[in-house]
């Protein structure tokens, strides 16, 4: 198994810049999730997903949107980039029941908005 | 509100030595505690989880007490080795409360040769 598979690694975006982060899962996990890393503080949950066709909102939503069509992937829409937008992405699944709760981290994506 | 942080920003110890990273945490509603490592360059890798009905487990080199009644929370790491050098996270869950998982700002942990 690939795990959870990140891409691009890296991105440098100009102000008002759309692009979307990808982020698979070859475990068959029912949940996925994205989060930030900013330096100093620990992972921020933007939005996740309990299943295909669900997604839902984390602690720091605003200016991103997720889909989540099929199992395996999970996308992060970045609308309309703003410099505190800047930061290192992870993307994480898990599967759902006792013992479940162990997510499973992607590599990151490193996301600097000019 | 809901928090979780470590008492110690940094840690430095010497190869061979054991390493303690603490962690605090205030919901006293979380019933599931998870340690992660992550290398620089490297997304969070799992360590070692404990519910909230133990106060001790073991892993291979690692172990996690919980006190709940301080609502604290450790990570042992016996015989520290160099490719133990990394930040160490602790999170908390609330496992009835839903999706979401808190994450502490960090632990550094150095590993002198």
């Known amino acids: 198994n690939a795990g959870v598979t990140q891409t691009p690694k890296f991105q440098v975006l100009k102000t008002g810049q759309s692009m979307t982060l990808q982020c698979a899962q070859d475990m068959n996990h029912e949940y996925m999730s994205w989060y930030r890393q900013d330096p100093g503080m620990g992972l921020r949950l933007i939005h996740y997903s309990v299943g295909a066709g669900i997604t839902d909102q984390g602690e720091v939503p605003n200016g991103y949107n997720v889909s989540r069509s099929t199992t395996e992937d999970f996308p992060l829409r970045l609308l309309s980039a703003a410099p505190s937008q800047t930061s290192v992405y992870f993307c994480?699944?898990?599967?759902?029941?006792?013992?479940?709760?162990?997510?499973?981290f992607g590599p990151g994506t490193r996301l600097l908005v000019l | 509100g809901e928090s979780v942080g470590l008492h110690l920003p940094t840690l430095s110890v010497q190869e061979g030595d054991n390493s303690i990273i603490n962690c605090a945490y205030s919901?006293?509603?979380?019933?599931?505690f998870i340690w992660y490592k992550q290398e620089s360059g490297k997304g969070p890798q799992f360590i070692i989880d404990i519910r909230s009905n133990m106060d001790k487990r073991q892993g291979q080199r690692v172990t996690v007490l919980l006190n709940k009644t301080v609502k604290h929370l450790s990570l042992q790491i016996a015989a520290t080795q160099p490719g133990d050098s990394a930040v160490y996270f602790c999170?908390?869950?609330?496992?009835?409360?839903?999706?979401?998982?808190?994450f502490g700002a960090g632990t550094r942990l150095f590993v002198k040769a």
């Open positions: 919901n006293s509603a979380s019933d599931y």
């Open positions: 994480a699944s898990n599967r759902v029941g006792t013992g479940g709760e162990t997510q499973y």
């Open positions: 999170a908390e869950k609330d496992r009835t409360g839903g999706f979401k998982t808190i």
